[in-house]
């Protein structure tokens, strides 16, 4: 486990560094100068010299990058700026926005908190929901349980985000008022309380859950079809084992396995930001600070944002990897 462990670490870093390659290439490499989205239009040849030469746009774009890439992996960061107005960039250094100059990583870590409470909540709720329901139908096959189920999971995947986000806004916050208009300052636990923060999230954790539980849903019912038919489970029923026991303990962890996979894909893929729900409901995660970079041309935001989603995106495949072995047995790490 331990080697297997290393050697995985190993490959995830390499691909960080590839991902952090093309993103930059991709960003700076276009033919627009960015300097020219810093000045915006009334620049002239000595205002974009000098921005060139502030953020280094002058050099190559392989020191750029090496320059860049320093900031993230030295613990002191890297220096910023033109000679003569230097500042240091402490670790790590995604470097600074270009609308404000405030550095990248002071707001991801403000946007972060937001964006792991919504993808935190809304995961707890469509696992539980979607393996459930699936679990049920499956045991129910062709009876009224499993038809509702199957139902109930076709309306959630064909339903739009956007459309169910403001259905529920609409009809819980302006219509019956049951819930307070979204505030951002709600999106603290410790400084509003409990109650407020769940009022706060529990609206945008439904509408993420429909749309992921809907599938968790289907994969379940289907992986659990199939397993309930496989010869060990005859074999374990014909040796006396009770009903709960075959099922939980032999037919839901092998059935289980391809839904680890996407669960941790998936919250993988939220922690970098759940755009369309955070626009919806007015919250200041890494969503809607990835829409606000784009919007405003800002390439070290965006690249900053790339950069993080991607990092939890490349732990979850560890981490699935590792809980294969813990779910199902026949699974052996080498």
């Not at 393996?131 to 139908?137: K, M, S």
């Not at 009903?243 to 059935?255: D, I, N």
């Not at 790339?306 to 939890?312: Q, R």
Request: aromatic content about 12%.
């Amino acid at each position: 486990m331990g080697r297997y462990l290393i050697r995985r670490l190993i490959q995830a870093v390499f691909v960080l560094i590839v991902i952090s390659a093309i993103t930059f290439f991709l960003f700076w490499a276009t033919p627009a100068n960015p300097a020219l989205l810093i000045c915006g239009k009334n620049c002239n040849a000595e205002t974009v010299a000098q921005v060139n030469a502030t953020y280094g746009f002058d050099k190559p774009l392989v020191v750029q990058y090496g320059h860049y890439m320093q900031g993230l992996v030295s613990p002191g960061g890297r220096t910023i700026g033109s000679e003569g107005n230097e500042r240091n960039c402490p670790w790590p250094c995604f470097g600074e926005s270009y609308q404000n100059g405030i550095p990248v990583w002071n707001s991801i870590k403000d946007a972060f908190p937001s964006t792991l409470w919504l993808a935190l909540g809304a995961a707890v709720l469509w696992l539980l929901s979607g393996v459930l329901l699936g679990l049920i139908a499956a045991l129910r096959k062709g009876k009224f349980v499993d038809k509702l189920s199957v139902g109930l999971a076709l309306f959630g995947v064909s339903f739009p985000t956007i459309v169910f986000g403001y259905l529920l806004l609409f009809l819980f916050i302006v219509k019956l008022k049951w819930i307070p208009f979204p505030d951002t300052a709600n999106a603290a636990l410790f400084s509003v309380g409990p109650v407020k923060w769940l009022q706060f999230y529990i609206l945008p954790w439904i509408t993420l859950a429909l749309v992921f539980a809907a599938l968790y849903t289907r994969i379940t019912r289907a992986n659990m079809i199939d397993t309930m038919n496989e010869d060990y489970i005859r074999t374990a029923r014909a040796k006396g084992l009770d009903e709960r026991t075959v099922v939980f303990k032999h037919g839901l962890r092998s059935a289980l396995t391809p839904i680890v996979t996407i669960f941790g894909l998936d919250v993988g893929g939220l922690l970098g930001g759940a755009v369309i729900t955070e626009q919806i409901f007015s919250i200041t995660g890494l969503g809607k600070f990835s829409i606000d970079s784009v919007l405003s041309n800002d390439l070290p935001a965006i690249m900053g944002v790339v950069l993080f989603a991607a990092i939890f995106v490349v732990l979850a495949n560890i981490v699935v990897d590792v809980l294969y072995a813990v779910i199902d047995p026949r699974v052996r790490l080498a």
